[in-house]
T-cell receptor, first 111, second 111 residues
Framework: NAGVTQTPKFRILKIGQSMTLQCAQD?????MYWYRQDPGMGLKLIYY???????DKGEVPNGYNVSRSTTEDFPLRLELAAPSQTSVYFC??????????FGQGTRLTVV | RKEVEQDPGPFNVPEGATVAFNCTYS??????FFWYRQDCRKEPKLLMS???SGNEDGRFTAQLNRASQYISLLIRDSKLSDSATYLC????????????FGGGTRLMVKP
Protein backbone atom coordinates (compact mmCIF):
# COMPACT_ATOMS: atom_id res chain seq x y z
CA ASN A 1 0.00 0.00 0.00
CA ALA A 2 1.74 3.15 -1.22
CA GLY A 3 -0.62 5.72 0.38
CA VAL A 4 0.81 9.21 -0.21
CA THR A 5 4.12 9.40 -2.03
CA GLN A 6 6.24 12.53 -2.13
CA THR A 7 9.32 13.14 -4.23
CA PRO A 8 12.05 14.17 -3.84
CA LYS A 9 12.85 13.55 -0.16
CA PHE A 10 15.62 16.16 -0.11
CA ARG A 11 16.57 19.03 -2.38
CA ILE A 12 18.94 21.98 -2.35
CA LEU A 13 18.02 24.88 -4.61
CA LYS A 14 19.83 28.07 -5.45
CA ILE A 15 17.99 31.38 -5.08
CA GLY A 16 15.88 32.04 -8.16
CA GLN A 17 15.71 28.42 -9.32
CA SER A 18 12.42 26.66 -9.77
CA MET A 19 11.26 23.17 -8.95
CA THR A 20 8.19 21.00 -8.60
CA LEU A 21 7.47 18.91 -5.54
CA GLN A 22 5.54 15.84 -6.54
CA CYS A 23 2.71 14.27 -4.55
CA ALA A 24 0.66 11.26 -5.52
CA GLN A 25 -1.95 9.24 -3.64
CA ASP A 26 -3.50 5.93 -4.58
CA UNK A 27 -6.50 5.97 -2.21
CA UNK A 28 -8.88 7.83 -4.55
CA UNK A 29 -9.11 10.69 -2.04
CA UNK A 30 -10.84 13.88 -3.12
CA UNK A 31 -9.06 16.22 -0.73
CA MET A 32 -5.35 16.91 -1.02
CA TYR A 33 -3.24 19.41 0.89
CA TRP A 34 0.20 20.96 0.88
CA TYR A 35 1.73 22.13 4.15
CA ARG A 36 5.05 23.62 5.09
CA GLN A 37 6.64 23.28 8.49
CA ASP A 38 9.49 25.46 9.66
CA PRO A 39 11.76 24.26 12.51
CA GLY A 40 9.94 24.20 15.83
CA MET A 41 6.72 25.47 14.28
CA GLY A 42 3.35 24.04 13.37
CA LEU A 43 1.98 23.07 9.97
CA LYS A 44 0.96 25.92 7.70
CA LEU A 45 -1.44 25.25 4.83
CA ILE A 46 -0.12 26.41 1.47
CA TYR A 47 -2.77 25.16 -0.96
CA TYR A 48 -5.49 22.57 -0.98
CA UNK A 49 -7.75 20.85 -3.48
CA UNK A 50 -11.22 19.38 -3.03
CA UNK A 51 -11.12 17.45 -6.29
CA UNK A 52 -9.62 17.27 -9.75
CA UNK A 53 -9.61 20.67 -11.42
CA UNK A 54 -10.27 22.57 -8.17
CA UNK A 55 -7.60 24.25 -6.07
CA ASP A 56 -7.65 26.97 -3.46
CA LYS A 57 -5.23 29.04 -1.42
CA GLY A 58 -4.40 28.26 2.14
CA GLU A 59 -2.71 30.37 4.77
CA VAL A 60 0.66 30.93 3.03
CA PRO A 61 0.25 30.61 -0.78
CA ASN A 62 2.65 33.34 -1.92
CA GLY A 63 5.53 32.02 -3.99
CA TYR A 64 3.81 28.73 -4.81
CA ASN A 65 1.47 27.32 -7.42
CA VAL A 66 -0.44 24.06 -7.66
CA SER A 67 -2.48 22.11 -10.16
CA ARG A 68 -4.81 19.14 -9.85
CA SER A 69 -5.37 17.63 -13.26
CA THR A 70 -6.06 14.15 -11.88
CA THR A 71 -7.44 12.79 -8.61
CA GLU A 72 -4.11 11.12 -7.86
CA ASP A 73 -1.59 13.93 -8.36
CA PHE A 74 -1.16 17.30 -6.68
CA PRO A 75 2.20 18.88 -7.59
CA LEU A 76 3.50 22.02 -5.87
CA ARG A 77 5.52 24.44 -7.97
CA LEU A 78 8.10 26.95 -6.69
CA GLU A 79 8.89 29.41 -9.46
CA LEU A 80 11.59 31.65 -7.97
CA ALA A 81 13.05 29.99 -4.91
CA ALA A 82 13.86 32.25 -1.96
CA PRO A 83 15.66 31.46 1.32
CA SER A 84 12.34 32.00 3.15
CA GLN A 85 11.06 28.86 1.39
CA THR A 86 13.58 26.68 3.19
CA SER A 87 11.30 24.30 5.04
CA VAL A 88 9.89 20.79 5.23
CA TYR A 89 6.94 20.28 2.90
CA PHE A 90 4.24 17.72 3.58
CA CYS A 91 1.52 16.55 1.26
CA UNK A 92 -1.62 14.95 2.71
CA UNK A 93 -4.92 13.56 1.49
CA UNK A 94 -8.24 12.50 2.91
CA UNK A 95 -11.78 11.67 1.90
CA UNK A 96 -14.79 13.39 3.44
CA UNK A 97 -14.67 13.23 7.22
CA UNK A 98 -11.91 10.66 7.39
CA UNK A 99 -8.39 10.88 8.74
CA UNK A 100 -5.62 12.42 6.66
CA UNK A 101 -2.66 10.45 5.39
CA PHE A 102 0.69 12.16 4.98
CA GLY A 103 3.63 11.71 2.71
CA GLN A 104 7.09 11.44 4.27
CA GLY A 105 7.94 15.03 3.46
CA THR A 106 10.38 16.92 1.26
CA ARG A 107 13.21 18.76 2.97
CA LEU A 108 14.04 21.81 0.89
CA THR A 109 16.96 24.15 1.42
CA VAL A 110 17.32 27.33 -0.63
CA VAL A 111 20.81 28.83 -0.64
CA ARG B 1 -9.75 33.51 17.35
CA LYS B 2 -7.95 30.60 15.67
CA GLU B 3 -10.12 27.83 14.28
CA VAL B 4 -8.28 25.14 16.25
CA GLU B 5 -6.21 26.10 19.29
CA GLN B 6 -3.80 24.17 21.45
CA ASP B 7 -1.44 25.06 24.28
CA PRO B 8 2.01 24.73 22.64
CA GLY B 9 3.65 23.56 25.88
CA PRO B 10 6.14 22.06 26.39
CA PHE B 11 4.68 19.79 28.99
CA ASN B 12 7.58 18.29 30.94
CA VAL B 13 6.47 15.24 32.93
CA PRO B 14 8.26 12.36 34.68
CA GLU B 15 7.89 8.80 33.49
CA GLY B 16 4.73 7.21 34.83
CA ALA B 17 2.85 10.49 35.12
CA THR B 18 -0.60 11.17 33.72
CA VAL B 19 -0.85 14.15 31.40
CA ALA B 20 -3.80 15.74 29.61
CA PHE B 21 -4.03 18.08 26.65
CA ASN B 22 -7.01 20.10 25.52
CA CYS B 23 -7.83 21.53 22.14
CA THR B 24 -10.59 24.03 21.38
CA TYR B 25 -12.31 24.57 18.04
CA SER B 26 -14.39 27.48 16.86
CA UNK B 27 -16.95 25.98 14.47
CA UNK B 28 -19.78 24.22 16.26
CA UNK B 29 -20.68 22.42 13.02
CA UNK B 30 -17.36 20.56 12.91
CA UNK B 31 -17.85 16.95 11.97
CA UNK B 32 -14.92 14.81 12.97
CA PHE B 33 -11.95 15.01 15.27
CA PHE B 34 -8.57 13.38 15.51
CA TRP B 35 -5.34 13.35 17.50
CA TYR B 36 -2.09 12.98 15.57
CA ARG B 37 1.41 12.42 16.83
CA GLN B 38 4.43 14.02 15.19
CA ASP B 39 8.00 13.08 15.96
CA CYS B 40 10.81 15.49 15.20
CA ARG B 41 11.26 16.01 11.44
CA LYS B 42 8.78 13.25 10.60
CA GLU B 43 5.30 13.32 9.11
CA PRO B 44 2.27 13.44 11.44
CA LYS B 45 0.66 10.06 12.06
CA LEU B 46 -2.82 9.30 13.31
CA LEU B 47 -2.88 8.49 17.02
CA MET B 48 -6.61 8.09 17.39
CA SER B 49 -9.95 9.33 16.17
CA UNK B 50 -12.19 11.05 18.71
CA UNK B 51 -15.75 9.81 18.93
CA UNK B 52 -18.73 11.49 20.58
CA SER B 53 -18.87 8.79 23.23
CA GLY B 54 -15.16 9.03 23.92
CA ASN B 55 -12.69 6.30 23.17
CA GLU B 56 -9.73 4.57 24.71
CA ASP B 57 -6.73 2.85 23.22
CA GLY B 58 -4.44 1.38 25.83
CA ARG B 59 -2.95 4.24 27.83
CA PHE B 60 -4.61 6.88 25.66
CA THR B 61 -8.10 8.27 26.14
CA ALA B 62 -9.77 10.84 23.90
CA GLN B 63 -12.90 12.80 24.79
CA LEU B 64 -15.12 15.19 22.86
CA ASN B 65 -17.14 17.93 24.50
CA ARG B 66 -19.39 19.45 21.85
CA ALA B 67 -21.12 21.85 24.22
CA SER B 68 -17.84 23.52 25.15
CA GLN B 69 -16.23 22.81 21.78
CA TYR B 70 -13.10 21.07 22.91
CA ILE B 71 -11.44 17.69 22.62
CA SER B 72 -9.00 16.21 25.08
CA LEU B 73 -6.26 13.61 25.12
CA LEU B 74 -5.24 11.84 28.31
CA ILE B 75 -2.05 9.82 28.49
CA ARG B 76 -1.63 7.54 31.49
CA ASP B 77 1.62 6.01 32.72
CA SER B 78 3.75 8.16 30.42
CA LYS B 79 6.70 6.51 28.69
CA LEU B 80 9.87 8.12 27.40
CA SER B 81 8.71 7.10 23.92
CA ASP B 82 5.60 9.28 24.30
CA SER B 83 7.80 12.36 23.89
CA ALA B 84 6.51 14.02 20.72
CA THR B 85 4.23 16.79 19.50
CA TYR B 86 0.51 16.02 19.61
CA LEU B 87 -1.66 17.66 16.99
CA CYS B 88 -5.37 18.22 17.30
CA UNK B 89 -7.21 17.96 13.97
CA UNK B 90 -10.75 19.04 13.23
CA UNK B 91 -12.72 18.39 10.07
CA UNK B 92 -15.16 21.12 9.15
CA UNK B 93 -13.55 23.74 11.38
CA UNK B 94 -13.91 26.22 8.56
CA UNK B 95 -16.26 26.83 5.67
CA UNK B 96 -14.27 24.59 3.34
CA UNK B 97 -15.19 21.45 5.28
CA UNK B 98 -11.63 20.31 5.24
CA UNK B 99 -9.13 19.30 7.90
CA UNK B 100 -7.68 22.02 10.10
CA PHE B 101 -4.67 21.34 12.29
CA GLY B 102 -3.92 22.92 15.63
CA GLY B 103 -0.43 24.20 16.28
CA GLY B 104 0.48 21.17 18.36
CA THR B 105 1.36 20.51 21.99
CA ARG B 106 4.87 19.35 22.76
CA LEU B 107 5.30 16.64 25.39
CA MET B 108 8.63 15.73 26.95
CA VAL B 109 8.71 12.74 29.25
CA LYS B 110 11.76 12.67 31.51
CA PRO B 111 13.35 9.66 33.26
Amino acid sequence: NAGVTQTPKFRILKIGQSMTLQCAQDMNHNYMYWYRQDPGMGLKLIYYSVGAGITDKGEVPNGYNVSRSTTEDFPLRLELAAPSQTSVYFCASNQGNTEAFFGQGTRLTVV
Amino acid sequence: RKEVEQDPGPFNVPEGATVAFNCTYSNSASQSFFWYRQDCRKEPKLLMSVYSSGNEDGRFTAQLNRASQYISLLIRDSKLSDSATYLCVVNGANAGNMLTFGGGTRLMVKP
